[in-house]
């Protein structure tokens, strides 16, 4: 079935440092997620990437999908404490399965002040 | 507005025990669906419903039953509970499914643990 692997597990950044984690799908995507979980909390959704080579930003967060649909990346520039948390990316297959995520393992991302 | 209420939030359960776990939207979306958290593994869809009376099974649905009765509730079952049950289960719901993808909505989570 679908696998997507996500890289590193775990970062540790000072704050002000930059910050990326990397998500590759086995297969061909129709379209990706990005969510955002805090310590003890639930999954919540950053963005969501359609079309090949997709570029979006919200603010000082760059969210890319590859030229195949079959990776993408989340890179934060000048991290900041409120940025502490787990970052997933989903993959949706489409076809028959829309709808269907696969998430990755997910990045744990700390910020020291 | 309450999104998705999941009830309860935590729960300790013996070997063999049964329960159901409550999922509740108040956004009519038609898609919901439970995953299941542990660490280091992500979270992994257990099954899903894209509407009511219609629901199948994700990557992980041994042990566990759903039903989707009405367009608001979708409850999980866990008919036999083992220790490999213990997680953060979390549901969630969305408009649709499509190809452009839609976001998921997710509740708080029920943190279950089976001795």
């Known amino acids: 079935g679908q696998q997507v692997m996500q890289i590193p597990q775990y970062q540790h950044v000072q704050e002000g440092e930059d910050f990326t984690t990397y998500c590759n799908s086995s297969?061909?995507?129709?379209?990706i997620q990005w969510y955002k979980q805090r310590p003890g909390g639930h999954p919540v959704f950053l963005i969501q990437l359609v079309k090949s080579g997709e570029v979006k930003k919200q603010k000082r967060l760059t969210f890319q999908f590859g030229e195949a649909k079959k990776n993408s990346s989340l890179h934060i520039t000048a991290t900041q404490t409120t940025d502490v948390g787990t970052y997933f990316c989903?993959?949706?297959?489409?076809?028959?399965?829309?709808?269907?995520?696969?998430f990755g393992q997910g990045t744990i991302l700390t910020v020291h002040p | 507005n309450a999104g998705v209420t999941q009830t309860p939030k935590f729960q300790v359960l013996k070997t063999g025990q049964s329960m159901t776990l409550q999922c509740a939207q108040d956004m009519n979306h038609e898609y919901m669906s439970w995953y299941r958290q542990d660490p280091g593994m992500g979270l992994r869809l257990i099954h899903y419903s894209v509407g009511a009376g219609i629901t199948d099974q994700g990557e992980v649905p041994n042990g566990y039953n759903v039903s989707r009765s009405t367009t608001e509730d979708f409850p999980l079952r866990l008919l036999s509970a083992a220790p490999s049950q213990t997680s953060v289960y979390f549901c969630?719901?969305?408009?649709?499914?499509?190809?452009?993808?839609?976001?998921?909505?997710f509740g708080d989570g029920t943190r279950l643990s089976i001795l």
């Open positions: 989903a993959g949706d297959a489409g076809g028959t399965s829309y709808g269907k995520l696969t």
């Open positions: 969630a719901s969305s408009y649709s499914s499509s190809p452009d993808g839609q976001p998921q909505h």
């Open positions: 297969t061909t995507l129709s379209n």
